[in-house]
């Protein structure tokens, strides 16, 4: 059974930094590209990152690039999500699933295998 857990989520002012983890387990990380979603109550998730399963490429919102890094330890199972200047409008839980090949990878109806999410506050 596929499980992904998330870790690093918490209070941070504007302008703060936070690293956010993603643990796999029940499938070899290295064949799978894997996302991060972030989502508000009332609101669709939306995208921020992804990266393939090679590290071959990778994807950002428009409005994270420059700020957010995503990386993959396939040796340790664990997709890691490095944020930086971080703005209230992205207090948000914060969520990583596994890519369906083939679909979509800026929708969320292109991932499966959800964790649980963590919880990011931006706030002063």
């Known amino acids: 059974q596929v499980q992904l857990v998330e870790s690093g989520g918490g209070s941070v002012q504007p302008g703060g930094s936070l690293r956010l983890s993603c643990a796999v387990s029940g499938v070899t990380l290295d064949g799978y590209a894997i996302g991060w979603f972030r989502q508000v109550p009332g609101k669709r998730r939306e995208g921020v990152s992804c990266?393939?399963?090679?590290?071959?490429?990778?994807f950002y919102r428009d409005s994270v690039k420059g700020r957010f890094t995503i990386s993959r330890d396939n040796a340790k199972n664990t997709v890691f999500l490095e944020m930086n200047s971080l703005q209230p409008e992205e207090t948000a839980v914060y969520y990583c699933?596994?890519?369906?090949?083939?679909?979509?990878?800026?929708?969320?109806?292109?991932?499966?295998?959800w964790g649980q999410g963590t919880k990011v506050t931006v706030s002063s």
């Open positions: 699933a596994k890519k369906l090949p083939g679909y979509n990878l800026a929708s969320a109806t292109g991932y499966d295998s």
């Open positions: 990266i393939s399963n090679s590290n071959v490429w990778t």
